[in-house]
T-cell receptor, first 117, second 109 residues
């Protein structure tokens, strides 16, 4: 049981380049999400999905696209990288949008550290 | 606006007790979470409170007062491995998580 797997762990891009951060979970979770974490700030939600074929915007969606063709996978695409997108990105999944009703637990991937030059 | 406040950094001694506070102003409330995040790693779940009162899990306890918009995480018998950031997050009326910036806890021997 691998949990939530994110790739790559590290990436350096030049301004204007595009790339995709991969996220896969093997827990059959309906809810998946992407966060970015920046120093001195709380985790900020980029996009989320409550099930295959359904995606929605979070707090900071500009410059990012997502898709959810299967329950397992939820890739995050950076369309044209900008230095402001330098951050650590976390994919997370849970049993439902509110997390497990009993524990409220979000399961996070190990994170992807992105630097845009 | 919605706001979660936590101290930026705290220092405590190995074997001691430390209390990390979290105050919140959010549009609605559907629960409060605490996560632990070691440097360079992913956050991991510690606790979830939706009703007022204290919940204990081993060395860690979490308290909630909804009327005061206040929670704390209590860590007892501190160990060096407890050095980490502790994130407070509130589930608002739309079932969206609002995250605090986290409290970095430094444990000294």
């Amino acid at each position: 049981n691998a949990g939530v797997t994110q790739t790559p762990k590290f990436q350096v891009l030049k301004t204007g380049q595009s790339m995709t951060l991969q996220c896969a979970q093997d827990m059959n979770h309906e809810y998946m999400s992407w966060y970015r974490q920046d120093p001195g700030m709380g985790l900020r939600l980029i996009h989320y999905s409550v099930g295959a074929g359904i995606t929605d915007q979070g707090e900071v969606p500009n410059g990012y696209n997502v898709s959810r063709s299967t329950t397992e996978d939820f890739p995050l695409r950076l369309l044209s990288a900008a230095p402001s997108q330098t951050s650590v990105y976390f994919c997370a999944s849970s049993y439902s949008g509110t997390g497990d009703p009993n524990t409220g637990e979000l399961f996070f991937g190990e994170g992807s550290r992105l630097t845009v030059l | 606006g919605q706001n979660i406040d936590q101290p930026t950094e705290m220092t405590a001694t190995e074997g001691a007790i430390v209390q990390i506070n979290c105050t919140y102003q959010t549009s609605g409330f559907n629960g409060l979470f605490w996560y632990q995040q070691h440097a360079g790693e992913a956050p991991t779940f510690l606790s979830y409170n939706v009703l007022d009162g204290l919940e204990e899990k081993g060395r860690f306890s979490s308290f909630l007062s909804r009327s005061k918009g206040y929670s704390y995480l209590l860590l007892k018998e501190l160990q060096m491995k407890d050095s980490a950031s502790y994130l407070c997050a509130v589930l608002d009326s739309n079932y969206q998580l609002i995250w605090g910036a986290g409290t970095k806890l430094i444990i000294k021997p």
